[in-house]
């Protein structure tokens, strides 16, 4: 398998203590860099009104902009918006109501951070038919399809989609429906993401997808895209360490395949 379709999902990994990004990440972005290849670091706060969960990474404070210095010639940033479901959604005024309130407010974030950064250094990812902790939409592919539609107006670098058949949080199930209408609509790079493994190349190879985001298959090997080149076995990932504080455990100690080589002829 070509290792140039790999990309790295964005991954919630609390390990950023007090949401300040720690050198540890630095060694787990750097084990997973390949050269063209493209590393999304997790979804970063921007205030501290905007956190999820613990100990994850903040972009509010100098002492973590600092911080995240090292880290930002590896990788992209990402942060979280939750404005474009229904079933989240219950504003009533511009930003609230029809589809087009709801996905305003996303659309606005684009276009003010390409207008600061330029646009071909802005990407998104969309999830619109997950409907894991309770934000479900009514109707996701009219969303997806309209964001699509939306976004092509600005030039960005890439739209990062999540598969319909992640319905729900670490499960896949079986579905009619399908990215294909909404990477046709997106006119820029497509990702796709969610329950893939070796046949992320079979996706590239018939136009579904340009790029294919890996998340717990990248997190367990550090050197997927080479493990694809050769055909190697993959390593196995451990879900309970996914989000424990541990710097090392589940998180940068993971074999890489000549480290596996070798230990099979000690």
């Known amino acids: 398998m070509d290792r140039r379709p790999v990309v ?11 949401n300040v990004p720690q050198p540890h990440a630095i060694l787990y972005y750097q084990q997973r860099t390949t050269k063209g290849g493209l590393l999304i670091a997790e979804a ?15 972009i509010w404070t100098k002492e973590q902009v600092e911080a995240w210095k090292p880290i930002d010639l590896m990788v992209l940033k990402s942060m979280e918006l939750m404005f474009l479901k229904d079933q989240v959604n219950d504003r009533t005024d511009n930003y609230g109501g029809s589809l087009e309130n709801r996905c305003q407010f996303a659309l606005e974030v684009v276009q003010a951070v390409g207008d600061e950064i330029g ?12 409907s894991y902790s309770e934000a479900a939409d009514s ?3 009219a969303l997806a ?6 976004l092509n107006k600005f030039g960005i670098l890439y739209c ?3 598969e319909p058949r992640m319905v729900k949080l670490g499960e896949k199930f079986e579905t009619p429906n399908s990215l294909r209408p909404i990477r046709d609509a997106f006119k820029g790079t497509f990702i796709a993401a969610s ?14 997808t340009d790029l294919v985001a890996y998340g717990r298959l990248f997190l367990s090997n550090p050197d997927l895209p080479r493990r694809f080149e050769i055909d190697a076995p993959l390593n196995k990932y451990n879900r309970e360490t996914f ?19 070798k230990s099979l002829f000690k």
């Open 139 to 141: 109707n996701p592919e």
């Open 44 to 58: 970063t706060g921007i205030s501290d009104t905007a956190q999820g969960y613990k100990d994850t990474p903040g």
């Open 195 to 208: 329950g893939y493994n070796k046949d992320g190349n079979k996706a590239v190879s018939t136009g579904y």
């Open 160 to 162: 990062h989609m999540v």
């Open 119 to 130: 646009a071909d250094k802005v990407g998104i990812r969309l999830s619109p038919f997950a």
């Open 145 to 150: 399809l309209y964001m699509a539609n939306a």
């Open 8 to 18: 790295l999902a964005p991954l919630t990994r609390q390990r950023s203590y007090g």
């Open 243 to 261: 989000y424990i504080s541990d710097p090392v455990i589940g998180y940068t100690d993971y074999p890489f395949s000549h480290q596996m080589s």
